[in-house]
């Protein structure tokens, strides 16, 4: 494979730059990013940025992918370190690693999971990189179910319900039912609600031995799935 043009090369190195300038404009403005106020401290002609982002709407989509694409990293690499038949050091594992990433980057976790963008539409592009840390979660509890150790839960889910989750787990590839399913989503969902109240302060009076509880929160949700 030959080498990458000079001109390839400048360009990727600009785009780099300008998504850089970019994330330190989430942790003071936010999601209210100016492509005009890039390039400004860029000292670059707006004129100029557009021809690396056409819009905001396709910076911030950049900015979105490369986040979800860290964050399941992350999650993906703390879940491989446990032994793989340890189900419940697994699930831990990548609570924790989803947790370190987003108090480590604040600005790029409320773009994830704060309040909406007004006026953007996050395009298709942004669904396989977020599916990723549900997708490692999910298949912790589609190993154990396989090897025997998770057992399904009573069938309470009700219709239509019952075909929403059969949907999903088309789209993460696998076969569980739709108990187990629901199960899972309840550990993911509850993830990112912990998450979200520790970093946007929601807790920050009420519970100050934050690591203790998120520990116990996770053990807890690890009960409701059924891991052993």
Not at 10 to 16: G, H, K, N, T, Y
Not at 197 to 221: K, S, T, V
């Amino acid at each position: 494979m030959s080498a990458p043009s000079i001109r390839a090369r400048v360009r990727a190195e600009m785009i780099d730059e300008i998504k850089t300038v970019a994330r330190r404009h989430l942790a003071t403005d936010g999601a209210n990013l100016s492509l005009r106020a890039v390039a400004r401290e860029m000292g670059m002609a707006s004129s100029a940025v557009y021809r690396y982002f056409p819009s905001r709407d396709e910076l911030l989509t950049a900015l979105i992918i490369e986040a979800y694409d860290a964050l399941g990293t992350a999650v993906e690499t703390a879940g491989a370190g446990p032994d793989r038949a340890d189900l419940r050091a697994r699930w831990s594992a990548c609570c924790r690693a989803a947790r370190r990433w987003a108090l480590a980057h604040p600005a790029e976790y409320a773009l994830l999971y704060g309040s909406p963008v007004p006026g953007y539409a996050a395009p298709t592009d942004t669904i396989e990189p977020a599916q990723r840390p549900p997708v490692t979660l999910i298949g912790i509890v589609n190993d154990g179910v396989a090897a025997g150790r998770v057992a399904v839960p009573p069938d309470d889910v009700p219709e239509p319900l019952r075909g929403d989750l059969a949907v999903i787990a088309d789209a993460l590839a696998v076969d569980l039912p739709a108990a187990l399913i629901a199960r899972t989503m309840a550990g993911w969902t509850h993830l990112f609600g912990l998450i979200s109240f520790e970093l946007f302060g929601r807790i920050n009076n009420a519970l100050p031995h934050r690591d203790l509880y998120f520990d116990h929160q996770i053990d807890l949700m690890a009960d409701v799935v059924g891991l052993p």
